[in-house]
């Protein structure tokens, strides 16, 4: 989901990196909502906690030359094997093209997953293209604005069942817009957000989670259906609807993992034109510069297939393809643009099947290198 106009950083996390990692064993005393008594689960809980502290240094076409920080801390019970691990990353990064990026985020998981939190605050300066609404949008008619973006999110989920979850939060992005190109239809005002705002959305939704881990499954599903709706009590500029289908599968094949997914993004009303279904990023439709192309709804899918090499090293190759347009029934009948790829992966934390991944990816007249922790989806 996509809730602010910006390029997304691609980084390339050094390898050869300043790494901390510890095991503790920290007595924490269960409330007692977490704790099942039917199975005489202790008070006291194991956690093996492991830290890593990474340059990030890459490169990409929106970007130039990018250079940071990134620090990332991932905590799980050491003998239950059904609670998720839980995550928090600090992440600073600058490029050659002036943009800035950094955020804090956290997801947190209670004992057997019975509830989690998500949360992020964010914020970006951020130089970027953009290039007209549809896919037929003529790589010509690029022009560049800056937009500086505080944005924060927060999302409580609640399981319903052994795999079944209820969610419920909140997204809020105040942008404000500099430097449009002159003559340029964002400097004329001429769309929707072309001078920036507050966009505040109440996001409910409902997910089935059969995956054996969120970091890098090799079985399971994930389905999600979320609706967001603007919020005005709560400073909102715009009164629009942004709806989401995701949906993902996992088999073990061979000594590899295939990993498929199908995701559909629509928006209704009069949106922004930064809130609109962007095509193009590290997760989905790679090779393409987020953002390339954008209108009201998007539908994309690929499949992936993942398998260990030696040690801790392993390969991925992937194909898919997408398409934008202005409603649900166009789609159909849109230009499918497709892309392909490959990429290394390395296992950063084993036990948590936490990773790294070097993905290069082919689209139409496009290309896109990247790197980021844990898989595409």
Same mark, same amino acid.
């Given at each position: 989901?996509?809730?602010?106009?910006?390029?997304?950083?691609?980084?390339?996390?050094?390898?050869?990196?300043?790494?901390?990692?510890?095991?503790?064993?920290?007595?924490?005393?269960?409330?007692?909502?977490?704790?099942?008594?039917?199975?005489?689960?202790?008070?006291?809980?194991?956690?093996?906690?492991?830290?890593?502290?990474?340059?990030?240094?890459?490169?990409?076409?929106?970007?130039?030359?990018?250079?940071?920080?990134?620090?990332?801390?991932?905590?799980?019970?050491?003998?239950?094997?059904?609670?998720?691990?839980?995550?928090?990353?600090?992440?600073?990064?600058?490029?050659?093209?002036?943009?800035?990026?950094?955020?804090?985020?956290?997801?947190?998981?209670?004992?057997?997953?019975?509830?989690?939190?998500?949360?992020?605050?964010?914020?970006?300066?951020?130089?970027?293209?953009?290039?007209?609404?549809?896919?037929?949008?003529?790589?010509?008619?690029?022009?560049?604005?800056?937009?500086?973006?505080?944005?924060?999110?927060?999302?409580?989920?609640?399981?319903?069942?052994?795999?079944?979850?209820?969610?419920?939060?909140?997204?809020?992005?105040?942008?404000?817009?500099?430097?449009?190109?002159?003559?340029?239809?964002?400097?004329?005002?001429?769309?929707?957000?072309?001078?920036?705002?507050?966009?505040?959305?109440?996001?409910?939704?409902?997910?089935?989670?059969?995956?054996?881990?969120?970091?890098?499954?090799?079985?399971?599903?994930?389905?999600?259906? $979320? @609706? %967001?709706?603007?919020? +005005?009590? &709560?400073? *909102?500029?715009?009164?629009?609807?942004?709806?989401?289908?995701? !949906? /993902?599968?996992?088999?073990?094949?061979?000594?590899?993992?295939?990993?498929?997914?199908?995701?559909?993004?629509?928006?209704?009303?009069?949106?922004?034109?930064?809130?609109?279904?962007?095509?193009?990023?590290?997760?989905?439709?790679?090779?393409?510069?987020?953002?390339?192309?954008?209108?009201?709804?998007?539908?994309?899918?690929?499949?992936?297939?993942?398998?260990?090499?030696?040690?801790?090293?392993?390969?991925?190759?992937?194909?898919?393809?997408? $398409? @934008? %347009?202005?409603?649900? +029934?166009? &789609?159909? *009948?849109?230009?499918?643009?497709?892309?392909?790829?490959?990429? !290394? /992966?390395?296992?950063?934390?084993?036990?948590?099947?936490?990773?790294?991944?070097?993905?290069?990816?082919?689209?139409?007249?496009?290309?896109?290198?990247?790197?980021?922790?844990?898989?595409?989806?």
């Amino acid at each position: 989901m996509r809730y602010v106009q910006t390029v997304r950083l691609i980084p390339m996390v050094m390898l050869l990196s300043v790494s901390v990692s510890a095991s503790t064993l920290a007595a924490q005393a269960s409330h007692s909502s977490d704790v099942d008594s039917t199975k005489g689960r202790n008070a006291v809980s194991a956690r093996s906690t492991s830290l890593r502290i990474l340059p990030v240094l890459g490169s990409a076409p929106e970007t130039g030359f990018v250079g940071g920080a990134t620090a990332l801390r991932v905590s799980s019970p050491i003998a239950d094997t059904v609670t998720r691990a839980s995550t928090e990353q600090v992440y600073v990064a600058y490029t050659a093209k002036q943009q800035f990026r950094a955020f804090v985020s956290t997801d947190r998981w209670s004992v057997e997953n019975r509830w989690g939190l998500n949360a992020q605050v964010e914020y970006q300066r951020y130089p970027q293209p953009y290039f007209g609404i549809g896919i037929d949008a003529a790589k010509s008619t690029e022009e560049w604005y800056e937009g500086r973006s505080l944005l924060a999110s927060a999302t409580v989920l609640r399981r319903l069942t052994s795999a079944f979850y209820g969610q419920l939060g909140l997204r809020y992005a105040r942008t404000t817009i500099h430097d449009a190109e002159e003559g340029g239809v964002i400097e004329l005002g001429q769309l929707t957000g072309s001078r920036g705002g507050t966009v505040s959305q109440i996001v409910t939704g409902l997910a089935w989670d059969s995956r054996d881990n969120v970091f890098a499954p090799a079985k399971g599903a994930y389905v999600l259906a $979320t @609706v %967001a709706g603007g919020v +005005s009590v &709560l400073g *909102s500029n715009y009164r629009f609807g942004h709806y989401v289908a995701d !949906a /993902r599968r996992y088999w073990r094949v061979g000594r590899g993992v295939l990993a498929g997914q199908a995701y559909l993004e629509a928006t209704s009303g009069d949106a922004p034109f930064d809130q609109m279904a962007l095509l193009g990023s590290s997760g989905a439709m790679r090779g393409y510069v987020h953002g390339r192309y954008r209108d009201h709804d998007l539908v994309a899918g690929q499949v992936e297939y993942r398998v260990p090499v030696v040690g801790r090293l392993g390969a991925a190759a992937f194909a898919g393809a997408g $398409t @934008v %347009a202005p409603t649900l +029934s166009k &789609l159909s *009948s849109s230009t499918v643009l497709p892309t392909f790829g490959g990429g !290394a /992966r390395w296992l950063l934390l084993p036990k948590q099947r936490t990773t790294i991944r070097v993905d290069y990816a082919k689209g139409k007249s496009s290309s896109g290198f990247y790197v980021a922790f844990n898989e595409a989806f």
